[in-house]
């Protein structure tokens, strides 16, 4: 007789059901010996997997994003595309674009016994960069909560992308440089494509940005920017200069953040722009009625406030992080 598949959280997301054991996004390299890491995105707070001895799995992009930002080679890999699967052990994984940036993809793991959806950081509109996330059927949905509050329902993404190109128009004219201080991987390269696709205005980016971008255009993006090392940058005005530089050291910029959190922030020296590489409170129950799930976890962000609102849904649901050691295995 099998023994049922196991779900816990600790230094990640495990699964284990039989001989197999994975671990998704795992948050430290040291991992069980006879686990295998699936790594859903670029982005730092989910690719320490990538440093462990370990079988990781992910999209070429985002590992080929993970060494152009920190110059390692990730070795004992195995890739899976957007919109495939593979087989580990007695578990099938598919990954699912999530929605998030390039390279991001959901998995949707395939177990004897039932099936569980991990959405990673997830967005669930297309954006000029990538397709909305993908739902799919499954028993239990594990997900995240960034902005699961009603607090945060974002505009529509053309609006957004509107209020952007307008300000950053009005500030060239003012003879400043608008600024976006972004992350390096996601959002930079929907902003270098936004200012591509509706103005003639160059785009300058900083050295790590220009990294991904060269990644994010193998695979087809088709970007257009200008690098450069030190601020300002004279060859070309006007401009628009991307960087995820904490600080400028030069004057002259307009600044601003494109951030969800941007729908509540106010700081009158930094313009705010609500766009978000993550589903908003409205997309995220809709994301989990497509679903269909029977049971839904949630982590990061609003995790306790969204897990009550599903479960005022009559959906089972509970968040991860308040889920003590000994419960940490739950069976389904």
């Not at 040291?30 to 859903?40: E, T």
């Not at 080679?73 to 099938?92: A, H, K, Q, T, Y």
């Not at 699961?148 to 300000?167: A, D, E, M, Q």
């Not at 970007?223 to 006007?238: F, H, M, N, S």
Request: hydrophobic share 35%.
């Amino acid at each position: 007789m099998r023994s049922p598949v196991k779900i816990g959280w600790l230094n990640g997301l495990q699964i284990q059901t039989g001989e197999t054991r994975l671990v998704v996004d795992p948050t430290s390299p040291h991992l069980p010996r006879d686990a295998v890491a699936l790594i859903s995105h670029a982005h730092a707070d989910h690719t320490r997997g990538f440093n462990a001895p370990n079988l990781k799995v992910s999209t070429a992009e985002t590992r080929r994003i993970f060494e152009a930002l920190t110059g390692r080679s990730v070795g004992n890999f195995r890739e899976v595309p957007p919109n495939s699967s593979l087989r580990i052990g007695d578990v099938e994984v598919e990954a699912l674009n999530s929605g998030h940036m390039v390279g991001a993809v959901q998995f949707r793991i395939v177990t004897p016994e039932s099936i569980i959806l991990y959405t990673g950081d997830m967005n669930y509109v297309d954006s000029l960069v990538v397709k909305a996330a993908e739902p799919r059927e499954c028993d239990v949905l594990v997900m995240e909560a960034t902005y699961g509050s009603p607090l945060y329902n974002f505009p529509p993404r053309s609006t957004v992308y509107s209020s952007i190109v307008k300000w950053a128009l009005e500030e060239v004219r003012r003879g400043r440089t608008p600024c976006f201080r972004v992350y390096a991987a996601g959002k930079a390269q929907e902003i270098v494509k936004l200012f591509n696709e509706y103005t003639r205005i160059p785009v300058a980016v900083d050295p790590k940005i220009d990294a991904v971008n060269n990644v994010c255009n193998d695979d087809g993006l088709n970007l257009g920017w200008e690098a450069i090392r030190d601020e300002p940058y004279d060859k070309v005005k006007p401009f628009i200069y991307v960087t995820s530089r904490r600080h400028l050291y030069h004057g002259g910029f307009s600044e601003a953040r494109a951030t969800g959190w941007a729908l509540r922030m106010r700081d009158p020296n930094v313009a705010g722009f609500p766009l978000s590489g993550h589903a908003d409170f409205n997309q995220l129950s809709r994301y989990v009625e497509d679903t269909g799930a029977r049971r839904v976890y949630v982590f990061t962000g609003f995790a306790r406030e969204f897990s009550e609102h599903i479960r005022r849904r009559g959906v089972d649901s509970k968040p991860i992080p308040w889920i003590s050691q000994r419960e940490l295995w739950e069976y389904v």
